[in-house]
Nanobody, 119 residues
Framework: QVQLVESGGGLVQPGGSLRLSCAAS????????MGWYRQPPGKQRELVAT???????NYADSVKGRFTISRDNAKNTVYLQMNSLKPEDTADYYC?????????????WGQGTQVTVSS
């Protein structure tokens, strides 16, 4: 019912910047929380940042001060601006949208986009 399409991943040098986008379609009016997660090679998926419908944000300690999550409700799109990138940021990045129902929420995921930080 909700589809997420991610874009913006790629190869970047340490210290560089990258902007990820996630466009939602379908029953977008039911989307509450949105966020970005990442999964480094050989590791578990971890939270990067979240943003509520009202614009309240939360960040993992490892990205505070470097990453910024934003949301354009009119375009049904969430962004992740990544600055001062480090090799440790290399991972598959996934967009998540929590879709509200009467008594529960369902998490929807994008297909993922690769981010590689290397010289």
């Amino acid at each position: 019912q909700v589809q997420l399409v991610e874009s913006g991943g790629g190869l970047v040098q340490p210290g560089g910047s990258l902007r990820l986008s996630c466009a939602a379609s379908g029953s977008t009016s039911s989307i509450n929380l949105m966020g970005w997660y990442r999964q480094p090679p050989g590791k578990q998926r971890e939270l990067v940042a979240t943003i509520t419908s009202g614009g309240s944000t939360n960040y993992a300690d490892s990205v505070k001060g470097r990453f910024t999550i934003s949301r354009d409700n009119a375009k049904n799109t969430v962004y992740l601006q990544m600055n001062s990138l480090k090799p440790e940021d290399t991972a598959d990045y996934y967009c998540r949208a929590d879709v509200g129902r009467s008594y529960y929420s369902v998490a929807c995921w994008g297909q993922g986009t690769q981010v590689t930080v290397s010289s």
